[in-house]
C-alpha cells in the first residue's frame, strides 16, 4: 500500500511514521509536511534511509502540489496529522490554524475525491468537546459529547472534523476520525507543557505553570496513540469516530512536580503565571468504543512513561538543542538543499 501521512516531521506524525516503516516493510510511507517551525527534519532522520519511506517538503493548503502528488503516488490511504498544534499560538495567530486546519483537510479531502482512496483519516483531538468542570470527576467525553470548543485551535479542529463527515456523508468518502487525548513522549516540539518543563528544569530556569495548576489534562504517551490509529485505519469502519485515551488525568501541577522530582530538581522552580485566556479546565476521555470494537488497550502507564520520556530528553540533548538554537529550521537545506 502507498500512504501518505501528512505532518510527519512533528511530534505525533513522526513517532507514527517511524512505527509504520519499521512495521509495514512492504508498504510505501511517504511524509508530506511543510516543516513549518513544528516540524523537524531531524525527527524524521531515523527513517530518511529506509527504502520505504519519502519524504515531500509541500504544504497540505497548497491544492497544486497536492493534486500532483496524489497523480503521482496514488495513495491507497491518507492519514492527515498535519496542523498548527499549539494553543497559544492560536490565540495570537488564529487565521494561520483557519488556514491549514481547515483549508488544508479540503483540499485533501478533494485530493481523495478526485483521484480516489481508500481511507482517508482525520487526527483529531479531545479539545473538540471543549472542557469539563473540575468538580464532576464522574463525567467523561464520549463520542456522542456535543462540539463545544474553546480556543481558535480547537475551533478549527472541529471545522475539520465536521468537513471530514460532510465529505462521507455526501460525497461517500471512506473517512475516520481519531480523537486523542493529551499526547507525551519523544521528539514532542519544547514549547509544549511535558517538554517545556523538563528543558527549563535541566537549566534551572522557572517552571511557569499557568494559573493555578489546577487544571487536569488525559495524557497517553504517543506510542500508544500511533497503535490505536494504525489500528483503526486498518480495522475501524468507515464513517465512524473513535475516542482514544487512557485514562490517566493529572493537573498541570502534579506532571511539573513528577518531572522535577525525577530530575532531583527543587519545587522552588516553580512560577505560577498568568492564565491562559479561555483556558480549559479538564479533559477526560472515555475509551470504551476503541476498546469495545477494535481491542485497543493503552500499553504505557503514565509512571514508566514519562520516566522514559524524560530519559529520551536526556539522551537526546542535540535534538531539542538545535530547535531552542533555530539550528534545526536550516537543517533541510543544508541537509536535502542541493539533492532536490
Ligand atoms: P506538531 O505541531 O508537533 O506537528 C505538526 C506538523 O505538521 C509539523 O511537522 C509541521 O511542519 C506540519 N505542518 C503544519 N502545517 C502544515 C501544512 N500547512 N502543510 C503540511 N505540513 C504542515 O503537532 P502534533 O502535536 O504532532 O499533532 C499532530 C496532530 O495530532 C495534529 O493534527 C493535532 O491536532 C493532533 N493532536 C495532537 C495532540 C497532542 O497532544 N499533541 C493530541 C491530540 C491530537
Ligand atoms: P499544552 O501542552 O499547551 O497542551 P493543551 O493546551 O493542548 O492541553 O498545555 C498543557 C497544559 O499545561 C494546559 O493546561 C496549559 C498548561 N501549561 C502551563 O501551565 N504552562 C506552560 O508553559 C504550558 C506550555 C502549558
Not at 26 to 55: H, S
Request: negative net charge; hydrophobic residues 35%; proline residues 6%.
Amino acid at each position: 500500500m502507498n500512504i501518505i501521512v501528512t505532518g510527519g516531521a512533528g511530534f505525533i506524525g513522526g513517532n507514527f511514521v517511524h512505527m509504520m516503516v519499521q512495521q509495514y516493510p512492504k508498504d510505501n510511507i511517504i511524509c508530506l509536511d511543510a516543516l513549518t517551525y513544528a516540524g523537524n527534519m531531524e525527527t524524521v532522520a531515523p527513517v530518511l534511509e529506509a527504502p520505504n519511506f519519502q519524504f515531500v517538503k509541500g504544504d497540505i493548503a497548497d491544492r497544486d502540489h497536492v493534486y500532483a502528488l496524489f497523480a503521482q503516488v496514488h495513495p491507497d490511504i491518507v492519514v492527515n496529522f498535519a496542523a498548527e498544534s499549539h494553543v497559544d499560538r492560536s490565540i495570537v495567530h488564529p487565521e494561520l490554524f483557519l488556514q491549514t486546519n481547515i483549508m488544508g483537510t479540503g483540499v485533501l479531502l478533494d485530493a481523495c475525491r478526485k483521484y480516489g482512496i481508500q481511507r482517508y483519516h482525520q487526527v483529531s483531538t479531545d479539545e473538540v468537546y471543549g472542557d469539563l468542570p473540575l468538580d464532576r470527576p464522574d463525567l467523561f467525553f464520549t463520542e456522542e459529547t456535543p462540539l463545544h470548543t474553546s480556543s481558535p485551535y480547537s475551533a478549527s479542529k472541529a471545522s475539520a472534523d465536521l468537513l471530514v463527515l460532510a465529505y462521507h456523508r455526501t460525497y461517500g468518502l471512506p473517512v475516520t476520525i481519531s480523537r486523542c487525548s493529551n499526547n507525551y513522549g519523544p521528539y514532542h516540539f519544547p514549547e509544549k507543557l511535558i517538554p517545556l518543563m523538563i528543558i527549563n528544569a535541566l537549566h534551572d530556569k522557572p517552571l511557569p505553570v499557568y494559573g493555578t495548576g489546577e487544571n487536569v489534562r488525559d495524557w497517553l504517551f504517543v506510542k500508544d496513540h500511533c497503535r490505536a490509529i494504525d489500528m483503526i485505519i486498518r480495522n475501524g469502519t468507515v464513517g465512524e469516530v473513535y475516542n482514544i485515551g487512557g485514562h490517566n488525568e493529572q493537573t498541570n501541577l502534579d506532571v511539573v512536580k513528577t518531572i522535577i522530582h525525577t530530575l532531583g530538581k527543587s519545587e522552588a522552580l516553580i512560577h505560577f503565571v498568568k492564565d491562559r485566556p479561555g483556558h480549559d479546565r479538564r479533559y477526560a476521555i472515555d475509551p470504551t468504543k476503541i476498546r469495545t470494537h477494535l481491542g485497543w488497550e493503552p500499553e504505557t502507564r503514565f509512571a514508566d512513561g514519562i520516566s522514559q520520556t524524560i530519559q529520551w530528553y536526556l539522551d537526546h540533548r542535540p535534538w531539542w538543542e538545535h530547535i531552542i538554537s533555530g539550528d534545526y529550521q536550516q537543517y533541510y537545506e543544508r541537509m536535502y538543499g542541493d539533492r532536490a
